[in-house]
């Protein structure tokens, strides 16, 4: 029985095959660079994990990444305020979380593989004719079902290339003396995948003896996430029973409020926030809602008041909330402060702001001017369990709830 791969036609065969072998000398080279800056630039940190990072079932990225015992303090303790567990016990969970490192994803260490993510997108398009939804010549050959299996199978053979670089590369750092075996593992890891997998590739690259340990660290993370989840639970259920309570009222965050002072901008008849943005955008009520967002926690992050509005309500569990309650009244006043500001700036405009205070999403509101399009913002009233969200219609010098 023919492998997926085989089943490929040979010039296009021969045409990937020499291209993983590509991929494959670029990762020696731009990752040996890439873990070289990283230790010498972080010499100051305990660094216990570099490696490689990329996407899952994709690979339309490649990227060096790292951890050190710092970041994972600094990070364990963020997790810790909204826990039932303790730092160190968040340490356990974390260590082997690399997109919770807080040195994954910087800007500096993304873009030092940059031949690899061309060799990477060549590859990419080189898959892409294969689709025999796109390329007649080869729905004679092979189903799309198929064509799916031809690129896992290329994948794997690609993830087996990257390891095999990575353990040659760690051989080499630890030969000159920039790598410390003792205290620093190299990986290939990947989102939304298994754990066998991040295993498999750790096997192969730093074999058997790191493998049962960072498989014993894997098992404490998993069994610390259990217990987290029942103590979370029995939580949840006691605040159920007994609401944390606080003596914290509106005018402790009046400063905050009248702080808060929006600018705006027209873009193609559109009213947006005057702040930095990537995206264009247009005139339309779906487009001004997505970008025009504004997250009530970040305008309250200033406050002497704000690590106790934080251990109250910035987590998912707990109580929802009533009208009447103290964030919602927050947040309706900055609502009224967004009104004001739009009136004040379009006064022969009218728009509509959106308010949404619920457990179960990020507490923020937005706006889009008042058309007659039939866009509707996102509602959640339908269910009993979710807290207070409101609509207002602004203009003609006035705010009216809806």
């Known amino acids: 029985?023919?492998?997926?791969?085989?089943?490929?036609?040979?010039?296009?065969?021969?045409?990937?095959?020499?291209?993983?072998?590509?991929?494959?000398?670029?990762?020696?080279?731009?990752?040996?660079?890439?873990?070289?800056?990283?230790?010498e630039k972080y010499k100051d940190l305990t660094i216990y994990n570099i490696g490689l990072y990329y996407s899952a079932g994709a690979w339309s990225y490649l990227i060096p990444t790292f951890s050190s015992d710092e970041g994972l303090a600094l990070?364990?303790?963020?997790?810790?305020?909204?826990?039932?567990?303790?730092?160190?016990?968040?340490?356990?969970?974390l260590r082997w979380s690399p997109c919770d490192s807080p040195h994954h994803g910087r800007e500096d260490v993304e873009a030092m593989m940059s031949k690899t993510q061309d060799a990477l997108d060549t590859l990419r398009n080189i898959l892409d004719r294969l689709d025999p939804d796109y390329n007649e010549q080869f729905k004679q050959l092979y189903t799309e079902d198929d064509y799916y299996e031809i690129i896992d199978a290329v994948h794997e053979i690609l993830r087996v290339l990257v390891a095999d670089a990575l353990r040659e590369i760690r051989t080499s750092l630890a030969s000159l003396n920039k790598l410390d075996l003792s205290r620093c593992i190299v990986t290939l890891s990947v989102?939304?995948?298994?754990?066998?997998?991040?295993?498999?590739?750790?096997?192969?690259?730093?074999?058997?003896?790191?493998?049962?340990k960072v498989s014993q660290e894997l098992s404490a993370a998993q069994r610390q996430h259990e217990l987290e989840f029942d103590l979370m639970q029995k939580k949840l259920?006691?605040?159920?029973?007994?609401?944390?309570?606080?003596?914290?009222?509106?005018?402790?965050?009046?400063?905050?409020?009248?702080?808060?002072?929006?600018?705006?901008?027209?873009?193609?008849?559109?009213?947006?926030?005057?702040?930095?943005c990537d995206y264009p955008r247009d005139d339309s009520s779906e487009t001004e809602k997505s970008f025009n967002r504004i997250e009530f926690m970040k305008l309250l992050e200033s406050s002497n008041y704000y690590d106790e509005l934080d251990r109250l309500f910035g987590h998912f569990l707990g109580n929802n909330?009533?009208?009447?309650?103290?964030?919602?009244?927050?947040?309706?006043?900055?609502?009224?402060?967004?009104?004001?500001?739009?009136?004040?700036?379009?006064?022969?405009?009218?728009?509509?702001?959106?308010?949404?205070v619920d457990r179960n999403?990020?507490?923020?509101?937005?706006?889009?001017?008042?058309?007659?399009?039939?866009?509707?913002?996102?509602?959640?009233?339908?269910?009993?369990?979710?807290?207070?969200?409101?609509?207002?219609?602004?203009?003609e010098d006035k705010i009216v709830l809806c």
């Open 361 to 395: 999403c990020l507490y923020h509101m937005t706006f889009c001017k008042q058309r007659h399009d039939g866009f509707q913002f996102d509602s959640f009233k339908f269910d009993a369990q979710y807290g207070v969200e409101e609509i207002y219609r602004v203009g």
């Open 75 to 93: 990070t364990a303790e963020r997790y810790a305020k909204h826990s039932v567990s303790g730092i160190e016990e968040q340490k356990i969970s």
């Open 191 to 212: 989102g939304d995948l298994s754990e066998e997998v991040f295993l498999d590739s750790l096997h192969l690259i730093n074999g058997d003896e790191l493998f049962e």
């Open 237 to 276: 259920e006691d605040e159920r029973a007994n609401p944390p309570s606080t003596q914290l009222i509106l005018s402790d965050f009046q400063s905050e409020i009248e702080k808060f002072n929006p600018k705006f901008i027209r873009i193609d008849g559109g009213v947006y926030l005057d702040v930095p």
């Open 321 to 356: 909330f009533q009208t009447d309650d103290l964030l919602p009244s927050i947040c309706r006043a900055f609502a009224m402060k967004l009104g004001e500001a739009l009136i004040d700036s379009f006064p022969s405009d009218a728009f509509k702001i959106y308010m949404i």
């Open 1 to 39: 029985m023919k492998k997926p791969f085989d089943i490929v036609p040979e010039p296009i065969r021969e045409e990937v095959l020499q291209q993983l072998r590509n991929i494959h000398q670029l990762v020696l080279e731009e990752a040996y660079q890439s873990f070289t800056l990283i230790l």
